[in-house]
């Protein structure tokens, strides 16, 4: 096994699909036939239609239009470029770069890199081989491939053909072009122009500490929560009071100040108010003629004075729930008394 680390696609490449649709193929030649495009305007076209990647595998590249093509992807649209080419066509390539004036914005979506032949062994050493495979993968979707070797002579003078097709072939390109370029060597454009390269533009930021107020004591309808307040005197609401339970519970025992269980005269003035208030609205019973001859309903005096004998004895431990309580008591006699004495008068003879 090599102890050579596998250089990565650190720039991007789209992730693999499980499906790529079905395969479809067209057929480009040069000269062209049947009206067809020029094979060269088909792969520019390829290159600037591009928005994932681009990934070439190419014997040479010295083609001026397609180098600025490919540049102006990398700069001007982020796309990834990845090269791959025959060793033996470097100088051709980096003198075409050299006339088109590369700076150091042009190359940093840019990866180049080397590749032989496999080569043949013979006794006294090993013959070198050639990089001859031509294609070009577009965003992982389209895949160029054919005799057209990206130069001015070949779309010019040679003859040549092309085949561009898209849908589940491209999955093989794919995992060759993967391949192709574990096993290559680094070309430093860096170096070979003498660029300085970019500096690490990932800047850390630390965010201001703001000096902010303590926040204030939380008393809600569930929570008494002190935290890092700097009040003592934090009281419990008045409203967790404000349950039958508890009166059970308290009695005469010394209640927080400021709450509804707060015993002697601010407990009598409370039930005073509730009492005023409820008599206010509460309507009086009318009574007939003939109730009135045979016995009289209990009036609102003997209310009044058991209402007051109540507070007298409760003054510390009745509340208002149980003053409501004795109200519908009474009320709930009344109805039963008015309904027997009415059996009564229908059940006795009237007798002359």
Not at 21 to 47: A, F, Q, S
Not at 124 to 133: A, V, W
Not at 182 to 210: H, M, Q, W
């Amino acid at each position: 096994m090599s102890d050579t680390e596998v250089p990565p696609l650190d720039i991007g490449w789209p992730s693999g699909m499980l499906f790529r649709g079905v395969t479809r193929v067209t057929m480009h030649t040069h000269p062209p036939k049947d009206n067809g495009p020029h094979i060269k305007e088909v792969v520019r076209r390829l290159i600037q239609e591009a928005s994932k990647v681009i990934a070439i595998v190419m014997d040479m590249l010295t083609d001026l239009h397609i180098l600025q093509d490919l540049m102006d992807a990398a700069w001007r649209r982020a796309v990834p470029v990845y090269i791959l080419l025959d060793d033996q066509a470097v100088p051709h390539f980096l003198d075409m770069c050299h006339r088109l004036k590369i700076a150091e914005q042009h190359l940093r979506n840019i990866r180049t890199r080397t590749l032989r032949g496999t080569g043949f062994a013979l006794s006294f050493g090993r013959l070198p081989g050639s990089l001859c495979n031509k294609y070009m993968l577009v965003d992982g979707e389209k895949v160029m491939f054919g005799s057209y070797s990206f130069s001015w002579c070949t779309s010019r003078m040679d003859r040549n053909m092309i085949t561009v097709m898209t849908g589940q072939v491209v999955e093989f390109f794919d995992r060759d072009f993967r391949e192709l370029y574990a096993i290559s060597d680094k070309l430093d454009l860096y170096k070979e122009f003498n660029i300085g390269r970019p500096a690490n533009r990932t800047a850390t930021f630390t965010r201001a500490k703001v000096d902010r107020p303590p926040l204030p004591a939380t008393t809600s309808r569930f929570q008494v929560s002190l935290g890092d307040s700097r009040k003592g005197d934090i009281k419990v609401p008045a409203h967790k009071y404000y349950n039958p339970k508890y009166f059970l519970v308290f009695e005469d025992r010394p209640r927080p100040p400021g709450s509804l269980q707060e015993s002697g005269i601010r407990k009598a003035s409370v039930l005073a108010e509730i009492q005023e208030d409820m008599d206010a609205g509460r309507p009086r019973a009318a009574s007939s003629e003939k109730m009135d001859r045979l016995n009289p309903l209990p009036s609102e005096d003997m209310q009044e004075n058991f209402h007051n004998y109540f507070l007298k004895t409760h003054d510390t431990s009745g509340c208002a729930v149980l003053w409501i309580l004795h109200h519908a008591v009474l009320n709930v006699c009344q109805v039963c008394f008015w309904f027997i004495t009415k059996f009564l008068t229908k059940s006795v003879p009237y007798t002359k």
